[in-house]
């Protein structure tokens, strides 16, 4: 399984890019951020058959979403704030578990990571 994330960079408060993830195939899927000194944190994921599941400091900002033909998985960040600064990565699952979806352990794919840095 390989993963590839784009889309990150330098943003300003407020702001709405979209970080994509191109996959070589079709996975359960999640994206997880990890800021300066701190854990992998779940931001949200998206089954195969289309359920997502979020975050609550991300829920009604953030959008996961997937484009199924094209292996890509989409993660539309909107009200983007300071405290979202972290470096962005996305995952697969083989072994999905729906009681542990927000662990890391529940993804047993990672890509390298995209840096989003949100400026005040």
């Known amino acids: 399984v390989q993963l590839q994330a784009s889309g990150g960079g330098l943003v300003q408060a407020g702001g709405s890019p979209r970080l994509s993830c191109a996959a070589s195939g ?8 990890q800021a300066p000194g701190k854990g992998r944190e779940f931001v949200a994921g998206i089954r195969i058959g289309g359920n997502t599941y979020y975050a609550d400091s991300v829920k009604g900002r953030f959008i996961i979403s997937r484009d199924i033909p094209k292996n890509l998985v989409y993660l539309q960040m909107n009200i983007l704030k300071p405290e979202d600064t972290a470096v962005y990565h996305c995952a697969a699952s083989t072994v999905f578990n729906i009681y542990g979806y927000t662990r ?11 840096l989003v840095t949100v400026s005040s």
């Open 104 to 114: 890391p352990s529940n993804y047993n794919y990672w890509g390298q990571g995209t």
């Open 26 to 33: 079709r996975y359960d899927m999640g994206w997880f951020r």
